[in-house]
């Protein structure tokens, strides 16, 4: 028997975002869910060293590693596309779901129910929460890198992302925002 599920993963460096804007750096899906997975990271223990708040830290990791697993499959849709009307959104989640159960499908029995914990979050929980945080707030780092190597194309982007950001309203986010993303304007020399 062989079980594919890993070297699907694997293709995930294939899977370009941020397809209908000219780019100065590329991103794959593979980069996007390490940075997200990074920032979430970050969150999760500014929620629970500094705000003295409950988080699982094994579920924000997991959460945001799988977060973009279906797009292995049905590759990375352009957000103005995804949500452009509700039968669009609803139809795109209905094929990443049937995409992330074929893909889970491809795993020994014994490891499918932990995968599904992963790849399907329970979206009622301060960890899913953290994460679609780290997923947006990797989408304002993107802008701010594309606007400092001079591409313009990011501005509207970047004006509609940070107000998207500042309304989760969550403490963790609001401290992310005040003193961890301006590092990201600085360039190597200010760093």
């Not at 999760?44 to 977060?67: G, N, P, S, W």
Request: glycine content about 2%.
């Amino acid at each position: 028997m062989s079980y594919d599920f890993y070297a699907f993963i694997s293709r995930m460096k294939h899977i370009k975002r941020w397809s209908l804007m000219r780019s100065t750096i590329e991103e794959n899906i593979m980069e996007h869910s390490f940075m997200v997975t990074t920032v979430a990271h970050a969150l999760a223990l500014i929620r629970k060293e500094i705000f003295k708040k409950e988080v699982d830290l094994y579920k924000v990791l997991t959460y945001a590693q799988y977060h973009e697993t279906g797009e292995v499959i049905t590759g990375d849709l352009p957000t103005p596309i995804k949500y452009f009307n509700e039968s669009i959104t609803s139809a795109y989640k209905d094929l990443e779901e049937i995409s992330c159960n074929k893909l889970i499908d491809k795993l020994p029995k014994e490891l499918q129910e932990e995968y599904k914990k992963a790849i399907f979050p329970q979206k009622d929980t301060i960890e899913y929460v953290i994460v679609k945080q780290a997923d947006r707030l990797c989408a304002l780092i993107k802008c701010i890198e594309e606007l400092r190597a001079g591409n313009n194309e990011f501005k509207k982007a970047k004006q509609s992302i940070l107000k998207d950001v500042k309304e989760f309203n969550s403490e963790e986010c609001k401290y992310f925002i005040d003193n961890i993303l301006p590092s990201f304007e600085k360039t190597l020399d200010e760093l």
